[in-house]
């Protein structure tokens, strides 16, 4: 358990002290099939430590009673436990060669408050690409969905609900060197909380649908 360092440079304030430990463990595998499949596996933890915050005494201009005001400490811990797995590589489907990108991520909490409120419990990430055999086209989708978000800690009071948003892309090679791509994101314009924050500030609202085109050259 990590020592608080708590300090009081004047009878009337003292200062907190924050310690977090992040660990992570990351392995690949690449299969002969040209697929590669990663895992990470994480252990986050936070302790907080809060000696008296503030502390005043007066007398009140009314009644000429001694008027004390304390904010307690406290101390709180948090520990989060996560995995994350990714998987790529290509398929053949309906005589059609494909690559595709799998990703999955899973956070458990235990003790204490939830270690973070603005990020979404599950998460889940599709990406594919369809390329026909020697053709110049390339067509790519791709999905993310989130689970709900709670940004205050407290139900009900500002929440984000779960979310799926879908994008595109359709490129052609004129050479090996340039290519052009158009590129589709939020192809439904679903609206959600792409940040949940407290309940006046940091409550930020997902990008609109949004089109672009980009051209790339190689020299």
């Known amino acids: 358990m990590p020592t608080p360092r708590s ?3 004047t009878p009337s304030w003292a200062t907190y002290d924050t310690q977090m430990t992040t660990f992570g463990l990351e392995g690949a595998h690449y299969l002969s099939n040209g697929w590669t499949l990663k895992a990470l596996v994480g252990h ?3 302790d907080w430590y809060l000696n008296d915050a503030y502390r005043s005494t007066g007398v009140d201009p009314d009644t000429g009673n001694i008027d004390r005001y304390t904010r307690r400490g406290w101390d709180d811990e948090s520990r989060r436990k996560s995995l994350d797995i990714f998987a790529t590589g290509p398929f053949a489907l309906l005589g059609i060669d494909h ?3 799998l990703g999955f991520n899973y956070e458990r909490y235990r003790g204490g408050e939830q270690f973070s409120l603005f990020e979404p419990k599950h998460s889940l990430k599709l990406y594919g690409t369809y390329r026909p055999g020697g053709s110049p086209w390339r067509i790519s989708t791709g999905m993310i969905a989130n689970s709900a978000i709670d940004g205050t800690g407290e139900e009900g009071v500002r929440e984000g609900s779960g ?7 359709l490129g052609y090679e004129f050479t090996s060197n340039t290519s052009v791509a158009l590129a589709v994101n939020n192809l439904t314009d679903r609206r959600y909380y792409a ?10 609202y997902s990008d609109p649908r949004s089109v672009a085109v980009s051209l790339r050259a190689r020299f």
């Open 7 to 9: 300090t009081n440079p």
């Open 44 to 46: 986050s933890q936070s």
């Open 99 to 101: 690559e595709a990108t």
């Open 163 to 169: 979310y799926a948003i879908f994008n595109a892309q």
């Open 195 to 204: 940040r949940i924050g407290g309940l006046n500030s940091y409550n930020t």
